[in-house]
Structure formats: structure tokens, C-alpha cells
């Protein structure tokens, strides 16, 4: 039983160190992600494979909830048609902790051959062949937990914490008033608070 504590425990630990590095990482190319998704008059179009495309559903409801027209979209339905949602003021941000994740990669150049559309990657790796094709990169690169460090823990956690930090920023960035946030949550125990503040 002190095997699996001690391990649970581990686990933690390392995705806290996780999210202490990424506290370390963050320098203009953030205020730059942040500015630049402010001032976007179309949708935030976010995919990803696996558990990135998981991690991008958060982030989108994440930024809905504040205002800011998002969509999550799997890279494959994106491969298989609904590119034809893009519309130029969108900016679309592809999440790849390896940066060479196949079908990733030839959605990129697909958009980058048809249009010039505003790219953003976050990605593992600042090299790879996502970030090159990006016109703005956030590597977020940290060691998973676990004894292998190949299950995706500590970067799935990172790249989710690293959407609520863009979020909390853009809310401020637009003086979000509680208000105007709890219109967005006339449901469940937010949406009650609301309706009581009315």
C-alpha cells in the first residue's frame, strides 16, 4: 500500500516541478501569444491529436467561457473537410508535444500551401517541423512523471495549465467583469450565483 502512495505521490510531485519550470519559460513570446489572440476578429481554431486534442477541448471551452470565440476540431475532421470553416481572421493554434506528429504536420503545410493563415503552435520541442512552419511557437518542454517518462502527464498538465494562464490574461486584457463572465454560465452552481447577483 506505501508503493502505491509513494508513487501517487511521485507523480504529483513531478507534474508540480512540471508546471514550476514552465513558470520560468515565460518571456515576450507570451505577451505576443496573448496580444495577438486579443485582437483576433474571427475564431480560435484549436486541434491536436490524442490527448493534445483532449487538452485543446479544455483550453477552447476555457476561452469560451470567457468571451472568445473558440472551437476545438480534431486534426483528422480537420484533414477530412472541415478546413472549409476557416476563415482568414482566424487564428489557429495546433498542439504537438513532439512537433512531428504526422497528421499535425500535414495540416500545417496543407494550410500553409492554400492560404496564408495565422499559425500558432504550442509544442515540446522548439525545432521541430511545427515550430518552423509556425509564425509563433510556445515550447512548453518538461519531463513526463512516471518510471519511463513516456506516459503524457506532466506535459498534458503543462500545456493545460499554460491554457488557463492565456486565458486569465486575455480576461483581464478585456476588463471581463463577473457579469459579463456569468452570462456565459446560466447553467449549474455559476449560473445560480449569477442569477442571485441579478
Known amino acids: 500500500m506505501n508503493e502505491i502512495k509513494n508513487i501517487i505521490q511521485s507523480c504529483i510531485r513531478q507534474e508540480i516541478e512540471a508546471l514550476k519550470h514552465l513558470t520560468k519559460t515565460i518571456d515576450e513570446t507570451d505577451i505576443l501569444f496573448v496580444k495577438t489572440i486579443a485582437c483576433c476578429k474571427g475564431n480560435i481554431i484549436i486541434t491536436g491529436i490524442g490527448k493534445s486534442y483532449a487538452v485543446g477541448r479544455k483550453i477552447a471551452g476555457t476561452l469560451s467561457s470567457i468571451g472568445m470565440p473558440a472551437i476545438s476540431v480534431s486534426t483528422t475532421d480537420m484533414l477530412h473537410g472541415n478546413i472549409g470553416m476557416l476563415r482568414k481572421d482566424d487564428i489557429l493554434l495546433l498542439i504537438s508535444n513532439s512537433g512531428e506528429t504526422k497528421e499535425i504536420i500535414e495540416l ?55 491554457g488557463d494562464a492565456l486565458a486569465v490574461a486575455l480576461a483581464h486584457i478585456n476588463g471581463l467583469s463577473p457579469e459579463e463572465f456569468g452570462q456565459h454560465h446560466p447553467g449549474g452552481r455559476i449560473g445560480k450565483k449569477f442569477n442571485k447577483i441579478q
Open 108 to 162: 500545417a503545410e496543407h494550410l500553409q500551401s492554400i492560404g496564408n493563415y495565422t499559425i500558432f503552435s504550442i509544442t515540446g520541442n522548439s525545432k521541430s517541423t511545427l515550430a518552423k512552419i509556425s509564425q509563433l511557437t510556445k515550447e512548453i518542454k518538461v519531463q513526463e512523471a512516471g518510471p519511463f517518462s513516456i506516459i503524457p502527464t506532466s506535459s498534458t498538465t503543462a500545456v493545460m495549465a499554460y
